[in-house]
């Protein structure tokens, strides 16, 4: 067996989830997908990673109105940029529109400039997207009360 977990939970799932028809299968799906960007929602308002460690810290921000600092990535958080899709073979958590440059950049640790014609740095990584141990179990407890309803 796989060494990966969520390999092991997908190769665990595969043989049950045949057992459904498509309708049921997208509909199981639906349901991971939305719980999934709730909790990925969640985990980026705190600002952590999937293995649980913080974000590496912001530099100093410039004071937004009524002097309180803006959060970071609070916009991708909203449901407008993060998004929930479901198809009968899969589950998707994705970044959209414009924002998800952005967030590929921090995912991935990329050299970006900071303002359009302003310096390029290289990012921390920041990975905004990305399975946890808690998301695993919850997909298989979802799995789980799917199957014996």
């Keep these: 067996?796989?060494?990966?977990?969520?390999?092991?939970?997908?190769?665990?799932?595969?043989?049950?989830?045949?057992?459904?028809?498509?309708?049921?299968?997208?509909?199981?799906?639906?349901?991971?997908?939305?719980?999934?960007?709730r909790s990925q929602a969640k985990r980026i308002?705190?600002?952590r990673n999937p293995d649980g460690?913080?974000?590496e810290a912001r530099k100093p921000q410039r004071k937004?109105?009524?002097g309180?600092?803006?959060a970071m990535f609070d916009k991708l958080r909203a449901a407008r940029q993060l998004r929930a899709q479901a198809t009968s073979a899969a589950a998707v958590i994705a970044i959209s529109g414009r924002a998800a440059r952005i967030a590929r950049v921090h995912q991935e640790g990329l050299r970006?400039?900071?303002?359009?014609g302003g310096p390029s740095v290289i990012?921390?990584?920041?990975?905004?997207?990305?399975i946890s141990d808690e998301d695993r179990d919850?997909?298989?407890?979802?799995l789980i009360d799917y199957l014996t309803e």
């Design 138 to 142: 919850r997909i298989r407890d979802t």
């Design 64 to 66: 937004h109105r009524q």
């Design 1 to 37: 067996m796989s060494a990966d977990p969520l390999q092991q939970l997908e190769d665990w799932a595969a043989p049950l989830l045949a057992k459904l028809n498509a309708a049921e299968q997208r509909q199981l799906a639906r349901s991971i997908a939305t719980d999934l960007r």
């Design 53 to 55: 460690t913080p974000y």
């Design 123 to 130: 990012y921390p990584r920041r990975e905004l997207l990305g």
């Design 68 to 70: 309180q600092v803006k």
């Design 112 to 116: 970006d400039q900071v303002e359009p």
């Design 45 to 47: 308002a705190q600002q």
